[in-house]
Structure formats: C-alpha cells, structure tokens
C-alpha cells in the first residue's frame, strides 16, 4: 500500500485536502452564517500523506519544515505588523 500511495502521492493529497476540507459543508445547511471551510484541510492531508507514503521519517521531515525560517526575523515582524 506504502509503494501505491508513494506513486500517487500528489493526487492523494489534492483528493484528502478536499476532502478535509468540506467535510463539514452539511452542516452549514443547518447554520448558514458558519463557514463552509475547515482551514486545516490541507495541512491535515499532508500529515496523513506523509505518514502513509514515508512513514516517521517523512512525517518527521515534513514537520521539521515548519520550524525552518526562510527569512530574518525582521521580515516576519514586518509582515506581522502590516497586518
């Protein structure tokens, strides 16, 4: 299953992202005034592909990343504070 899921991995996660992300859509027929999104689709399906396609060693490179800073510092107090 690893193998396949490693072949296929990008349409994977464009499938579970979507996925992730609707799932709630019936729900908003009940409350309109909710959001239809759940932001962390997208993210979510990442970690479950990860995980699935590389296993611990993936998963822990993909979070890994989230740590890295791409830029100084200063440019992140910049972009925090033209919000």
Do not use: K, T
């Not at 994977?12 to 729900?27: E, F, T």
């Not at 995980?51 to 990343?65: C, K």
């Amino acid at each position: 299953m690893r193998r396949s899921v490693a072949r296929h991995e990008v349409a994977l996660y464009l499938v579970l992202a979507y996925l992730i992300s609707w799932s709630i859509w019936p729900l908003v027929l009940i409350n309109p005034d909710s959001s239809p999104l759940v932001p962390f689709g997208p993210g979510l399906a990442a970690v479950i592909v990860a995980s699935v396609a590389g296993g611990r060693r993936e998963l822990f490179g993909l979070l890994r990343q989230l740590g890295r800073w791409r830029a100084g510092p200063g440019w992140y107090g910049v972009a925090l504070g033209c919000r």
